[in-house]
């Protein structure tokens, strides 16, 4: 399993703020910005194989689920 940040979102972030820059902010000046969307993926070929078995309720919450 694997929770962290979705990279199309964080990719996007990282163009608002080049794009701040080249206009012409300081960077110094300019607020760290946090994630706020954050995805779950599953690798169930790799659960089978350690002998884990994740319960439907937790795969329905997963944004990604390998199979």
């Known amino acids: 399993m ?12 990282v163009g608002i703020y080049t794009g701040q820059i080249l206009k012409g902010a300081n960077p110094g000046n300019l607020p760290v910005v946090q ?3 954050f995805e779950l993926a ?3 070929l790799t659960a ?4 884990i078995e994740v319960p439907n ?6 944004d990604e689920v390998i199979e």
């Open 2 to 13: 694997s929770y962290g940040t979705d990279l199309i979102e964080m990719h996007r972030q």
């Open 35 to 37: 994630s706020t969307k």
């Open 42 to 44: 599953i690798n169930l």
């Open 48 to 51: 089978r194989a350690l002998g």
């Open 57 to 62: 309720s937790i795969q329905l919450l997963a």
